[in-house]
């Protein structure tokens, strides 16, 4: 049994795609990993927030040792449904503008709970090729049919709606907006004119990448195209530019009801800790004040994927996500290492998270990085050839 395992690693470690978990430092912006400081490129704090002492020292100000709770001790079914899950749900819908939202322990939680209780074998999902590892989970939970259609061909969507959409009860197309590794985006505008085309179409839309960074208020791509009532399921995480934990679901009350009673990683699973939900909730409510560090990120978004396209490298993203393709994964970690040496804590993405062939290194700019840092950064790249 050990032997064929340590096979497999082996021949992980001969492709140059064997994994470790890194063991790191954090120091604010930067990292401090085999004793080398590094500014932070690699991590999700897409708006520096999870880095703001300030941010945080106002937050411990509103605690008291009546409200500081570290634990739920039971699923939100049970007795660990405290007053603040409802007050961070009741505000999120206040600024989605819609009629319900429900909390989750993770996006993972979201992504393979809510699919398999709405999808049945009378259910034909549609998902893009590149949705994320979760959703593809929540899809094989499912008892639904799945076709996988080209990433961001939305030709073929049309088509496989035309050809389907008699044959089954429903049908939910599934999408990022951001998409984690490319960095680029759906095309929502298209995709909810394609849902609204039948009446058994649902649009299911994981904003992951999206929330905190896009639109006026923050609250991602569907607030930026002023599609959110248009989307069945409008997922998001608070993990990333929210520097907290869980995710959520912005939907209507008939479907919250419905996953209250159906969802499977909500109803058997103790619920997040209270005083991480009130450190969400506490932080969502200052994001529509947040405009200037979103501007500030598009800035330097923009900034780095032009150097890199300028550098040699397929850059295809148009978000604060730039990925510099590489290609072979040898290659892609020298060239991390070349990075790191240079003080730009980079990680190099390989297969099985990307196709072979297309290792890279993904920069995760966030708003507490500086114009002067992206231009030392740019300085430092490597050029193709």
Known sequence: MCSSIEQELDALRAQSNLRTLPLLKHDGRMVVADGKRMLNLSSNDYLGLASDLRLRTAFLHTLTPDTFIPSSSSSRLLTGNFPVYGELEALLAQLFGAEAALLFNSGYHANTGILPAVADAQTLILADKLVHASMIDGIRLSAARC?????NDMKQLERLLQEYHNRYRQIIVVT???????????????????KHTYNNVWLYVDEAHAFGVRGKNGLGCAEE???????DFLVGT??????????????????KAYLVNRMRTLIFTTALPPVNIAWTRFVVAQLPGMSQRRAHLTHISRLLREAVGQAGYGCPGSSHIVPMIVGASNRTLQQAAQLQQQGFYV??????TVPEGTSRIRFSLTAAVTTEEVEQLIRCLPRVG
């Open 347 to 352: 990680s190099a993405v390989r297969p099985p």
């Open 176 to 194: 990022e907006s951001v998409f984690s590794m490319d960095g680029d985006e759906a095309d929502l505008p298209t995709l909810v004119g394609l």
């Open 147 to 151: 076709i996988r259609y080209r990433h």
């Open 238 to 255: 608070f993990g990333k530019a929210a520097a907290s934990t869980g995710a959520y679901l912005v939907c209507k009350h008939v479907i």
């Open 225 to 231: 195209h002023d599609c959110i009532c248009d989307i």
